[in-house]
């Protein structure tokens, strides 16, 4: 995608199932790496501010009814209508650390039985993640945590599948981090992995798209 030599941010993803920590690690992450003098911002997704983001929050919450290739167009629409803003971003220095990205739209979506490879199509042509830091932990344990069950998604045997989905797309930019040790142990794995990616940015790896 960009054949140029220059430094530039990278693109940090965190996934992993709900009430993984996924939150709770950006935020940590946001703090240490602006306190290292480093450009920095915090996405996520869905981004619930655009048009298309209210219409999944409303989908989510279960105030409105999609179809479910629908919602899946939906979840990939946002990412795409945030993708230049992202390269500019990462061109001109910033590195964004995502909470969520194409790997839940996939493992969410074929996890409720739609097309593995029907899921993966609308995200080709993303920006690719420099890292992505998935978060394991047991379904079990993260039922267990605060505020679970709220929302469409947050059922136990579901999360089970999603768990399987999300192996299946787990490729060399990955790092599994076991999320049931204590946020402490997970924060300083996550700083350690995250250290080393965003030095080699910034060094001129070039952009690459998913999934090619
Ligand atoms: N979805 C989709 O279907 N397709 C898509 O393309 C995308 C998403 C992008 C909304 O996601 C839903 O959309 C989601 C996937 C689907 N499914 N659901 N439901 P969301 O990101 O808006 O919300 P969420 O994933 O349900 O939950 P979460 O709040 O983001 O969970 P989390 O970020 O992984 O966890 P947390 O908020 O950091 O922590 C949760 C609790 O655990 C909290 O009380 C913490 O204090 C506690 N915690 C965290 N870490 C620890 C440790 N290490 N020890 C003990 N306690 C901890």
């Not at 220059?6 to 709900?18: N, Q, T």
């Not at 993984?20 to 939150?23: C, E």
């Not at 042509?125 to 690719?128: E, H, Q, S």
């Given at each position: 995608?960009d054949?140029?030599n220059?430094?530039?941010?990278?693109?940090?993803?965190?996934?992993?199932?709900?009430r993984?920590?996924?939150?709770s690690?950006?935020?940590r992450?946001?703090?240490?790496?602006?306190?290292?003098?480093?450009?920095?911002?915090?996405w996520?997704?869905?981004?619930?501010t655009t048009?298309v983001?209210?219409?999944?929050?409303?989908?989510?919450s279960?105030?409105?009814?999609?179809?479910?290739?629908t919602?899946?167009l939906?979840?990939s629409a946002?990412r795409?209508?945030k993708?230049s803003?992202?390269e500019?971003?990462?061109?001109a220095?910033?590195t964004?650390?995502?909470?969520?990205y194409?790997?839940?739209?996939v493992?969410?979506?074929s996890a409720?039985?739609?097309?593995?490879e029907w899921?993966?199509?609308?995200?080709i042509?993303?920006?690719?993640p420099?890292l992505v830091l998935y978060?394991?932990?047991?379904?079990?344990?993260?039922?267990?945590r605060?505020?679970?069950?709220?929302?469409?998604?947050?059922q136990?045997?579901?999360q089970k599948?999603?768990a399987q989905?999300?192996?299946?797309?787990?490729d060399s930019?990955?790092?599994?981090?076991?999320?049931?040790?204590?946020?402490?142990?997970?924060e300083?794995?996550?700083?350690?992995?995250v250290s080393?990616?965003?030095?080699?940015?910034?060094?001129?790896?070039?952009?690459?798209s998913?999934?090619s």
């Open positions: 995608m054949a140029s220059e430094s530039r941010g990278a693109l940090v993803v965190f996934e992993g199932l709900d993984s920590g996924k939150t690690q950006c935020g992450l946001l703090s240490y790496l602006e306190g290292l003098g480093h450009s920095i911002e915090l996520r997704f869905p981004d619930r048009s983001g209210k219409m999944i929050s409303a989908y989510l279960n105030e409105s009814q999609l179809d479910d290739h919602i899946h939906l979840f946002n795409w209508e993708r803003m992202m500019m971003k990462l061109k220095g910033t964004l650390i995502v909470d969520r194409s790997y839940s739209g493992a969410f979506s409720k039985g739609l097309d593995f899921c993966k199509a609308p995200e042509g993303l920006i690719a420099d978060l394991e932990i047991p379904p079990e344990k993260a039922a267990e605060g505020g679970y069950g709220g929302e469409r998604y947050e136990l045997k579901f599948k999603v989905h999300y192996k299946l797309l787990e930019s990955w790092k599994i981090i076991d999320a049931s040790q204590s946020m402490e142990d997970v300083k794995q996550v700083k350690e992995t080393e990616h965003v030095l080699s940015c910034q060094k001129g790896k070039a952009l690459s998913l999934w």
